[in-house]
Every structure is written in C-alpha cells, then in structure tokens.
C-alpha cells in the first residue's frame, strides 16, 4: 500500500530518472508502513504529503553538488584542503526514513504531554 506515486513526489521537486524512480516507488511503500505505525487513521491528503516529504528527503538533491547540506539537515559545516564534511540531521538520520516534528504534527502524534495519576481515578 502506498500512500503517493511517483509523480506525486516529482511535483514541486524534481524529475527523476529510472534508477531514481524504481527507489522512490519501493521508498514509497515503506514510507506508508512508518505512516501507519504513528497514525493509521490520519487524512489521505495528510499521508500522501507525508510520505512525499519523506521520499524526497531520501532522494535528496541526486548528488547535484557536494556542498550542499542533505535534505533535513540543521546544521552544517564544509572545510577546503582538508576535506572534511559535518552533518547534523535532526528526527533521523540521512538514508533513513523518518518523520520530522512538522510531519508528526500533520499525522496527529507528536508533541503531546499528558498525565495520568492512578490515586485520582481510584478516589472517583
């Protein structure tokens, strides 16, 4: 089950060859899995956005430049004649599917804190 196609992911991104196409669809597929885990009765719009951001998270920028910082991530530095490379990815990590705080919010799970105190509901 997926929750988006290929073209839904190229819309407002970028096209994508065969190779690039073939992943994205599989991607697309695990995607829905992490979808449900968190929120199976989300929204289809909501899932199919969802799922796109994490498929093109994935894919990235196709390897268009190297001193550019991965989709998702925060923070980033880049060095010259010492080659050297610094990523921070926040909620993941790069090859990895995962949902973003945004992303959470958007499926109805997140940043939810609640208590519950067994002694009340005994006294009731």
Request: glycine letters at 10%.
């Amino acid at each position: 089950m997926k929750y988006a196609s290929v073209s839904d992911v190229e819309a407002g991104f970028r096209q994508l060859d065969e190779g690039e196409s073939a992943r994205c669809d599989a991607l697309l597929e695990e995607a829905a899995v992490v979808i449900d885990a968190f929120n199976e009765a989300a929204a289809e719009e909501r899932k199919k956005l969802v799922s796109c951001r994490m498929v093109r998270r994935q894919l990235d920028t196709g390897g268009q430049s190297a001193a550019m910082f991965p989709m998702g991530a925060s923070q980033g530095s880049a060095s010259a004649m010492g080659y050297a490379q610094t990523w921070t990815v926040t909620g993941g990590s790069v090859g990895e599917l995962y949902l973003s705080k945004l992303e959470k919010q958007l499926l109805g799970v997140g940043n939810r804190i609640g208590t519950v105190s067994p002694l009340e509901v005994m006294t009731q």
